[in-house]
């Protein structure tokens, strides 16, 4: 009998503990990452090519300027602002970047700190004018698309620059040798064991609550499968490409740039309700002001990846790039009114979107198709978001 | 023959009973002037009168001439001939005189609007209410004693019988008022039955002919103007008896530590208006000073701007402990050790879409940072130390705030300015909308803060918590401070006198 109500009680215990757990990572995250299997699932049923390990590789590297942009686009979203000025400023980095290399022969370390100043100076001047002049900033990066894709023009005579540094080709081309990434993959293991390790013995040291073992357990290892799943089907093609490493980084960087420093959080503060922030003594407009200077800074870092990639810089590289970048955010759960969005689902979005391009392409369909079809998905994950949303507040 | 009797209104929100068996009447052709605390239930009476409340959603009886009425939308009751002035004019600023009043009843042909007809008419409407300008000009270029003169013609523009005016000298000039009065006199004597609501005393008893008195949601008594006295209305405005009990404990006031000399503060939109005039202010070491006064007195935008967050331009001296301090932003406010709990929690207090740990920590962020990185454990450690501190009623620390009710809600942004640490702590309404229990918990609280050394300077409308709790008084009218009140001496009738300038 005492045996048998103490398997009843462990059994209630994990089921909580089960419940926890995904309670806290949003259900979201689960139906995006559900959206991407069911659309690989059906390509891969439709086209045979789709789930090889060439096209996976291809994939991703097409994603990455999408969800570079993606992780930028969020903070801006987040607090309340847009900024259709991303798409242009990749195209007129782009050009910089290229001159700086093919006119004027410069070293690929001093281009690429040339092109990182450029965007996060036209950047700063865009979140300036949005902070301290109050300019709506639909109004002044909608100005900044034309007035960067105008200066593009300008500055390259409306030619196509080709990149002719190899080393500077590299950055979006190459691939990590296949022992590299496997150390790689060992690190990232190993650093998920260190930070649920910290994560216990600070809990345990705070006095609260720790979860079980076994879960926490259970969750280190799918995750490890992930990476290593990941790092396999890659190193069956050529290894892992050079862009997708960026994408990872940034993407590390900037979620604990916006989960774990006092400037994400205001920035969430400020998107959320921007009177309460300013009255719990929150400097509104230099946060602003730095958003746009990081969504700046990461048009330009987009700008070599794909002016590596493609060898060269064209007049209309870039061009819609800022309204894939929102629509990853949207489909991501970033909601347009501030306050909420993770990065992780922003790039959710952009592998959904770049998925549908390569899938649809790879079947031979028209472009046309692949534009009805992406605005299609756009406004039906926001009509699911906001039917589930209301569903929830009407209990 | 009355123009409009109201009989029997009962008006229940979930919870509150905002009006009980209100009766009240008017007679055609004469001014009418409702009374009553902040609260009393005026706002809701208009509110059923003007059909902003439909029938159906309250009891009662609504008569107009005689005849019974019911008003399902604001429509009917324009069309019956009621219609309000709102103490926030309803004017759209980027149309002409002629639009704004005609707005939705533009005189058309065969779809076309007649633009010298609605001009013509419309400036017949303005020599009525006695406005010297062309129907032509825009509204923003008006000031607001004019924009109310607008309003008016609008109104009688629709063929009113009955206008009610909430507040209408609240924004004005001296000039301005007088206008206005003698547009209602005038008004008067064409037969219009005036509804006036108003907190000062010498305007009510210069126009009324008859004043009706609410407290607590019921009629207390209609009096005739020349029978009353500023001391009879105030008497029963406030005529409650004090049942409640408060924490009352002795406070020992220490050395002076907030210090404001002669202090102004001009109005964030209207130039040349000023909403705090010349005050002066001492706060000391462990007191409760009380702020009373009615709506729009100047107490929030005081406090506001003492917290360097009020957008007029302040002048005036501000020290700390003696020390002259200039606060331009609200950082400067928290760094001199000043701490605001606003009067609108949901709008200005909290982020509603985050979790309670995060409310918490909002002000002083950087005690849970190390090296730029938000310790995770340690935010929720002061979080839970709020929570219990406070006795916080939430599922956990990860619910969003949005979902709690007000008296704790009230808790979190209490808890997020205690985590600050202030030497001063500015409460604008603390117990507004919330329940009994935490209201008496709130007080209890401000006692152990007073108790280890905070000022607290509590801004209330409530006359028995500012009795109850503070140990001086301040009154305030018209952006001054009338009248400062040791507590023993203080009475709902000599607080109430001061604030509606009866004196």
Redesign the interface.
Known sequence: MQAKIETNENTISKGNALKHLLGKMDVRAYTMVAAVILIWLLFGMLNDTFLTARNLSNLFTQMSVTAILAIGMVLVIVSGHIDLSVGSLVGLTGGVAAIMSNWMGMPTSAVILGTLIVGLLLGMLQGWLVAYQAIPAFIVTLGGMMAFRGALMGITKSTTISISDPSFALLGNAYFAKGFGLIMAAIAIAFLIYSMWTNRKSRQKYGFEIPSFSLDIGKLVFFSLLIIVFVLVMNSYKGIPFPIIFVILLAILFTFLAKKTRFGRHVYAIGGNVDAARLSGINIRWKTMMVFVLSGLLASIAALVLTSRLSSATITAGQMYELDAIAACVIGGTSLIGGSGTIVGAIIGALVMTSLDNGMSLMGLESFWQYVAKGTILVFAVWLDITSRRKKAGK | MYALEMIEITKEFPGVKALDRVSFKVKKGEIHALCGENGAGKSTLMKVLSGLYPAGTYQGEIQIDGEKKEFHQIMDAEKAGIAIIHQELALVKEMTVGENIFLGAEPIKRGVIQWDELYHQAAGWLKKVGLKVSPETKIGTLGIGQQQLVEIAKALSKNTKILILDEPTAALTESEVEILMGLLHQLRNNGVSCIYISHKMPEVFRLADSITILRDGRTIATLDSKEADDDKVVSLMVGRELTERYPRVKHTPLETVLEVRNYSVSHKDIPGKRVIKDINLTLRKGEILGIAGLMGAGRTELAMSL?G?YEGKAEGEVLIDGKPVQIR???E??QAGLA?V?EDRK????????DIK?NTT??A??KV?KW???H??EE??WGQKYVDDLRTKTPSL?TTVGTLSGGNQQKVVLG?WLMADPKILILDEPTRGIDVGAKYEIYHLMNKLVERGVAIIMISSELPEVLGMSDRILVMRDGTFVKEIEWREATQENIMLAATGGI
């Open positions: 917290f967050a932003s609200v950082q406010a928290i605001l606003t709008r200005l207090g909290l982020v509603l879409g985050m995060t909002m002000a962020l950087e940072t730029g990185t938000i995770t454990n929720i450690k990860e997020k």
